[in-house]
């Protein structure tokens, strides 16, 4: 009998959208319960809608007062939730991606996307521009829902079409890869070990 024996990853989970309401509501609450299972992940779900990170307090590297800057500071890596609004990401999700620097670093980020046909592929495909720029890593596995609006049970839950579970584990294995390497990298790192 062999156990498992890799340690316990923090992943932050950002919801990206601040509309009321909000797709990511129901998408939010189906990861949630998607990722309960996997044993080696403790998930913080830093929602941006209940995130206060001023325009005008950013300055060049980060803002100053960011509530939220531990949070992603203890992570190991990251599942962003990303709607696409008119071909690109949120203001709100590159707002809170400007506002820090060294917690994104050398970190993993995985992405789900949603949106009308393209599942959100363009708003994915453009944050994999942004994050490198802040020493960050994207994985190549994404999960992509086109039109979950459509999807939504009577109970208001989303219900994924046939394939997208594995695909979310297939994706949330490949995170899990790059965490635990690049977490062994940091702590090398820090012991000045070359």
Same mark, same amino acid.
């Given at each position: @009998?062999? *156990?498992? *024996?890799?340690?316990?990853?923090?992943?932050?989970?950002?919801?990206?959208?601040?509309?009321?309401?909000? @797709?990511?509501? /129901?998408?939010?609450?189906? =990861?949630?319960?998607?990722?309960?299972?996997?044993?080696?992940?403790?998930?913080?779900?830093? #929602? $941006?809608? *209940?995130?206060?990170?001023?325009?005008?307090? =950013?300055?060049?590297?980060?803002?100053?007062?960011?509530?939220?800057?531990?949070? $992603?500071? %203890?992570?190991?890596?990251? $599942?962003? $939730?990303? /709607?696409?609004? !008119?071909?690109?990401?949120?203001?709100? =999700?590159? !707002?809170?991606?400007?506002?820090?620097?060294?917690?994104?670093?050398?970190?993993?980020?995985?992405?789900?996307?949603?949106?009308?046909?393209?599942?959100?592929?363009?708003?994915? %495909?453009?944050?994999?521009?942004?994050?490198?720029?802040?020493?960050? *890593?994207?994985?190549?596995?994404?999960?992509? =829902?086109?039109? /979950?609006?459509?999807?939504?049970?009577?109970?208001?839950?989303?219900?994924?079409?046939?394939?997208?579970? #594995?695909?979310?584990?297939?994706? @949330?294995?490949?995170?899990?890869?790059?965490?635990?390497?690049?977490?062994?990298?940091?702590?090398?790192?820090? @012991?000045?070990?070359?």
């Amino acid at each position: @009998m062999t *156990t498992d *024996t890799s340690p316990v990853l923090r992943i932050a989970l950002i919801v990206g959208s601040v509309r009321s309401p909000r @797709m990511a509501d /129901p998408l939010t609450a189906w =990861l949630r319960a998607e990722l309960a299972g996997l044993a080696w992940l403790e998930l913080d779900v830093i #929602d $941006l809608a *209940t995130v206060r990170l001023p325009l005008e307090q =950013l300055g060049p590297g980060g803002g100053p007062d960011s509530p939220i800057a531990d949070r $992603l500071a %203890e992570a190991d890596g990251f $599942l962003v $939730l990303t /709607p696409e609004y !008119n071909h690109s990401f949120p203001a709100a =999700l590159k !707002n809170a991606i400007d506002w820090h620097f060294a917690e994104w670093a050398r970190k993993p980020v995985a992405f789900v996307g949603y949106g009308a046909g393209s599942g959100g592929i363009r708003a994915v %495909e453009q944050l994999r521009a942004v994050f490198p720029e802040v020493r960050a *890593t994207t994985i190549r596995e994404a999960v992509l =829902l086109p039109m /979950p609006w459509e999807r939504l049970g009577a109970g208001g839950g989303f219900e994924p079409a046939a394939g997208t579970r #594995d695909a979310l584990l297939a994706m @949330m294995d490949e995170l899990r890869w790059w965490a635990e390497s690049l977490r062994a990298g940091r702590a090398r790192d820090a @012991m000045g070990v070359g």
